[in-house]
């Protein structure tokens, strides 16, 4: 991995955990990320139950369109979730009359897909769709077991990025070794310092597993 690809990873580690002024700071530090966050509605395995969780067949995710806005929706047994595509904020509150299905533009249509350059990134990112695309800018919105991500990619960027075999998920496809963390079930609302405490328990609990 290069360190421009590891600054890609670092970025959106800032973004899940809430952190944009750090976002920003690796943004700076690293202008040719091959593809950075713009939001990830995320969680930490074994922590937090992701809502949405896009694991199974269940659940369909729509691009929908509602006063110009182009609001992202999860439907699932418990009903529609949306998330600003600009934000991942969620969204509450839409008349449902007013809700249609958002067209994609001629730009998206042509962009390149995710899966084309040559990443290392678990297997749910070879399979992100085109969301949106302006202005050599293209968005890619991933879906997972562990919540949504909007990335975004820069064709100047990755004008001579190498491309050819795709997205390397085998990173993501062995677990650490040893036994699996414990499920916990925690309460309360999901804030930036909780999740910041799941991944730094979930380390601490690798380094001192014994070694096989």
Not at 49 to 77: I, M
Not at 123 to 139: D, K
Not at 201 to 209: A, I, K, L, P, W
Request: with cysteine; aromatic share 8%.
């Amino acid at each position: 991995m290069t360190p421009a690809e590891f600054a890609s990873w670092l970025h959106f580690a800032a973004r899940e955990a809430g952190h944009d002024e750090c976002a920003q700071r690796i943004a700076a530090a690293e202008p040719r990320m091959p593809w950075r966050t713009v939001w990830a509605w995320w969680r930490p395995g074994n922590w937090f139950t992701a809502h949405p969780s896009l694991n199974g067949d269940y659940y369909q995710v729509r691009r929908r369109r509602y006063e110009g806005r182009d609001p992202v929706e999860v439907v699932d047994q418990r009903g529609p979730l949306r998330l600003d595509a600009e934000t991942g904020r969620r969204v509450k509150g839409l008349d449902e009359v007013a809700l249609t299905e958002a067209p994609r533009s001629p730009e998206a249509f042509d962009a390149p897909e995710l899966h084309n350059w040559n990443l290392t990134a678990p297997e749910s990112w070879a399979g992100a769709v085109v969301f949106a695309a302006e202005r050599g800018r293209t968005r890619h919105l991933v879906e997972d077991a562990h919540g949504m991500a909007m990335l975004e990619t820069d064709a100047e960027v990755l004008r001579d990025w190498p491309r050819g075999q795709g997205i390397d998920p085998s990173s993501s496809e062995e677990p650490p070794p040893g036994p699996a963390p414990a499920q916990r079930v925690p309460t309360g609302p999901l804030t930036a310092a909780r999740v910041e405490d799941a991944i730094r328990s979930g380390s601490e609990e690798r380094r001192v597993r014994p070694a096989r």
